[in-house]
């Protein structure tokens, strides 16, 4: 079955993004009561975790196309599911930060960007259904985190929680990244041959315009999903929006995200891929204008939640293939990892950049602003689609 693999590592993705990633949103009110620390102090860890990943990726790309991408993956997911272990016996919050800095070296080598890169890199212009069908089953990572977290909390305490994620992470996790990572490798090895003066021509893409463009312009995007999600309780609450109706329209965001991959393969055949690219940022500033009027007409925020999320859960899919069109194949795994760590910083600092903007003029002014990021971003990216169709 040609799909086995990728089936393989659907499943895969989904635990290890249910193990090392949303089980510390999982676990944060737990730790929050059982160790005594502030919120602030908890959060900073998976900030950190974030970054440190961010700064890791060109490395997982080199190591993607020298031919490792499998073992890469498969020896972060054994190391984050030991880090989570390691939780358990941690007394002082140095040690939690310690610690969650490992779990963000194992993200980079392990979770979507080089799990995408890798297929991509194997499947060339076939990877795009590839990737769906891989985000379409690991959409539910948080679906299959969350309740197994609070019910293994609430019976055998947090660290039976930890034991529980990080023993999944090693011994069921580990062993389907390797069979999933290293069919799809090996079947695109055929794609790349051994050249002794890769490495050195294909840094020539940090010099190109072209990359920077796509970095920066898909990094905003980043950056405005990143404060939208993180800030999205606070702006509701300030708009009047009822508690109740704010949960049950975050919670329906995830599904959202699926919808528009759906989408995506019903309209493959209709739609090019720089068409789905321009839609994506064009539905982010549509969804902040719609979350700006649901505080004078609530009915807007299920347009905000059916455009924020259907576009999250396209642009995952399409920057891959987007990057793999306007740079070229060649030391793909590298200009991915470059490319990813622009887009992760920028979802990393999300959080804080929020904030900054809310103690300079509250939400009043972030949204504005987010919609001024979305239609920037909108604007390198179609600089980069014409430099790179100049070139």
Known sequence: MKDRPILLLAVAQTLIWACIYYSFPALLLHWEQALGWSRADLTGAITLAVFVSAFCSPLYGRLIDAGRGALMMTSASVIGGCCMILLTQIEYRW????????????????????CFALITRARGEHARRSIILVTLVAGFAGTVSFPVAHSLAS?????????????????????MMWLGAN??????AHR???????????????????????????GLGAVMHGVTLHHLLPILSERDIHPEVAVVAISFIGPMQVAGRLAMMAAERHVSNHGIAVTCFVLMA????????????????VGFVILFGGAYGMVSIIRPVIARELLGER?????????????????????????????????????????????SGLGLYLVAQKTAGAT
Not at 183 to 188: M, P
């Open 95 to 114: 040690q939690f930060y310690l610690v969650w800095g490992v779990i963000g070296i194992c993200m980079s080598g392990s979770l979507y960007e080089p």
């Open 183 to 188: 069919a799809v490798e090996q079947a695109g």
């Open 331 to 375: 030391q793909f795994g590298a200009k991915s990892g470059a490319l990813a760590l622009v887009y992760l910083a920028g979802s990393a600092s999300a959080p804080f950049l929020g904030s900054l903007g809310w103690s300079w003029g509250g939400y009043d002014l972030v949204l504005p602003g987010l919609v001024l990021i979305a239609v």
């Open 155 to 175: 019976t055998f305490g947090w660290r039976g929680a930890v034991l529980f994620f990080g023993a999944t992470a090693i011994f069921v996790v580990a062993p």
């Open 192 to 218: 790349h041959r051994a050249n002794p003066q890769l490495s050195i021509a294909g840094q020539r893409y940090l010099r190109s315009p072209v990359f920077w463009c796509l970095a920066l312009g898909f």
């Open 286 to 301: 549509m969804s902040i204008l719609f979350l700006i009027g649901a505080g004078k007409t609530p009915a807007l925020l």
